[in-house]
């Protein structure tokens, strides 16, 4: 059963850094592509960033270009999200998510659980 | 990169059969068989659909399809059950930022 735990989420100022982990389990990681999608309360979904399989592609949604960066270790079977210079527009749910193949083109089959990120002074 | 254009909510009655649409581009739905289709409950994550335009994954009830036209994907849900009620979102690879969902459709099962 594919299995993904978020953490690192929590209560943070404005302009202050996050960085959220993904402990994946039931598959076989180093074979698929892992993507993150935030959601805001109340509101509709939002893809974030993704990565290959091996970590050669990244990218990032417009809005947070230059501020996160994805990041995954195999040995681990852990994905990452370093969040920087965050904003109140980044207060969401953040779900760690499994992509359907080893690059970014195939979509995503598995949704974890989320975890709440709060920007607020 | 705008999101995908969907109906902000359908209904239909038990038994029937709905569709949602999802209109993106040239640039996203319209260049790729990339599409997939969400469901989500209240408060739960979402879940897989729909894959690749019309693949249905294990698991998940054959009345449940999705075809594509030109720029504009469907789902279409037939025999709507009391459990179908949830929202829907499409998504989407595209040739920018490489993914884009839709805003998102409201099913109610009056």
């Known amino acids: 059963e594919v299995q993904l735990v978020e953490s690192g989420g929590g209560s943070v100022q404005p302009g202050r850094s996050l960085r959220l982990s993904c402990a994946a389990s039931?598959?076989?990681?180093?074979?698929?592509?892992m993507h993150w999608v935030r959601q805001a309360p109340g509101k509709g979904l939002e893809w974030v960033s993704g990565?290959?399989?091996?970590?050669?592609?990244?990218v990032y949604a417009d809005s947070v270009k230059g501020r996160f960066t994805i990041s995954r270790d195999n040995a681990k079977n852990s994905l990452y999200l370093q969040m920087n210079s965050l904003g109140a527009d980044d207060t969401a749910l953040y779900y760690c998510?499994?992509?359907?193949?080893?690059?970014?083109?195939?979509?995503?089959?598995?949704w974890g659980q989320g975890t709440l990120v709060t920007v607020s002074s | 990169q705008s999101a995908l254009t969907q109906p902000a909510s359908v209904s239909g009655s038990p038994g029937q059969s709905i569709t949602i649409s999802c209109t993106g581009t040239?640039?996203?739905?319209?260049?790729?068989?990339?599409v997939s289709w969400y469901q989500q409950h209240p408060g739960k994550a979402p879940k897989l659909m729909i894959s690749d335009v019309s693949n249905r994954p294990s698991g998940v009830s054959n009345r449940f399809s999705g075809s594509k036209s030109g720029n504009t994907a469907s789902l279409t849900i037939s025999g709507l059950q009391t459990e179908d009620e949830a929202d829907y979102y499409c998504s989407s690879y595209t040739t920018s930022s490489p993914w884009v969902f839709g805003g998102g459709t409201k099913l109610t099962v009056l």
């Open positions: 040239s640039s996203d739905i319209g260049a790729y068989n990339y």
């Open positions: 990565i290959s399989w091996n970590s050669v592609s990244m």
């Open positions: 998510t499994k992509g359907s193949g080893s690059g970014i083109k195939k979509g995503i089959d598995y």
């Open positions: 039931g598959f076989t990681f180093d074979d698929y592509a």
